[in-house]
């Protein structure tokens, strides 16, 4: 078996385990620490609730992401064009999954392209940032973005997968100069994505420092890829390290604000166990500009077009009660609204 060969078949298993079996972090996003005050009285009309947003010159009718899930397979292929079309549609935005297989064979590239049925939807093109120390670089990012004719290019940083993987590329040292490199010379901008264990302060000084236009925190409490990886182990010690992180990572709502902190005014983009309007909300309210899910549309996109699109009408009608209730008439207003955080009702008593 090829190497282009094993990456198509693992973003295969990697469908596969992400619908079949129980792949959520032990821990929660943080998000139900947090509430908004209602409003009885909210002096608005719910039909002029504007819930529409500007990213990197596109105007998005609701602030949601279709976040990078898959391709390399004929099945992500329909996925993708699924999940595209609902895009379109919808008015709001989508990435792809990492590319890196069809970098590699350029025949497995119509799995990833989208344009056709998703002329005008904002779209991320995606590669792993660790492949910048293992013989990657402009040529390779160019081509991931030419590809897809993509908008911005997702640098996705995945350290704790890749070192749980049997043979992952786990060389992350010097890195930042490279992604700095790819910022600075790239046409289009770089965003920095984790890929479920959230971003510290000091990543976010790092990445911001390097010259990255948005970050995604993509923080813990939703799909933990260390329990998809102990799905593909090969052995009982493979299964048992990687199983042994199930509690791994930074927090949805935490990651938001050490991105707040550390770096004020990039762009954020939150991501990692949000299922539905109200936690949509509830990032907008910590930060974030852009709300990213991953889970519930792959698996509505499953089961048809009409599946995915019910999902999205139903996420943004969500999100527009939660801003009229809470008094917000935009997304503006709803960043000012604060949030009243509850206190850790797991702790124990003083």
Not at 63 to 71: A, E, Q
Request: glycine content about 8%; aromatic content about 4%; some cysteine.
């Amino acid at each position: 078996m090829t190497e282009v060969t094993g990456t198509a078949a693992r973003k295969a298993d990697h469908i596969r385990i992400n619908l079949e079996e129980d792949v959520q972090s032990g821990l929660t996003t943080g998000l139900e620490r947090y509430h908004f005050i209602h409003q009885a009285l909210p002096e608005l009309d719910l039909a002029a609730v504007d819930a529409s947003v500007s990213w990197f010159g596109k105007r998005l009718r609701a602030p949601l992401l279709i976040s990078s899930m898959t391709g390399g397979t004929e099945e992500a292929r329909r996925l993708n064009r699924t999940l595209a079309a609902s895009a379109q549609a919808a008015g709001i935005a989508m990435g792809l999954g990492s590319q890196r297989a069809a970098v590699e064979d350029e025949a497995l590239a119509p799995t990833f392209q989208v344009r056709a049925v998703a002329p005008d939807i904002l779209l991320f093109a995606n590669l792993g940032a660790v492949q910048l120390n293992y013989g990657y670089g402009l040529d390779q990012c160019r081509r991931a973005v030419d590809m897809l004719e993509a908008d911005a290019l997702v640098l996705h940083l995945n350290a704790l997968q890749e070192a749980v993987q049997p043979d992952g590329d786990a060389n992350f040292a010097g890195l930042l100069s490279k992604i700095e490199v790819v910022c600075r010379a790239l046409p289009v901008p770089v965003i920095a994505k984790e890929v479920g264990w959230g971003i510290s302060e000091q990543a976010a000084r790092q990445l911001a420092g390097a010259g990255v236009a948005a970050i995604d925190v993509a923080g813990a409490g939703g799909t933990s890829w260390s329990q998809v990886e102990m799905h593909r182990a090969r052995t009982a010690a493979q299964r048992r390290i990687a199983g042994a992180f199930i509690n791994w990572g930074i927090p949805t709502a935490q990651a938001i604000l050490n991105v707040r902190r550390a770096a004020a005014g990039l762009p954020i983009i939150a991501s990692g166990g949000l299922r539905g309007g109200i936690d949509a909300a509830k990032c907008v309210a910590l930060g974030a500009r852009l709300c990213g899910l991953a889970s519930p549309f792959i698996k509505a996109a499953a089961v048809s077009l009409e599946a995915v699109t019910e999902t999205i009408d139903e996420l943004s009608r969500e999100l527009r009660i939660a801003m009229f209730a809470a008094g917000a008439a935009n997304l503006e207003a709803l960043q000012a609204i604060p949030l009243v955080e509850r206190p850790d009702l797991t702790a124990p008593l003083a």
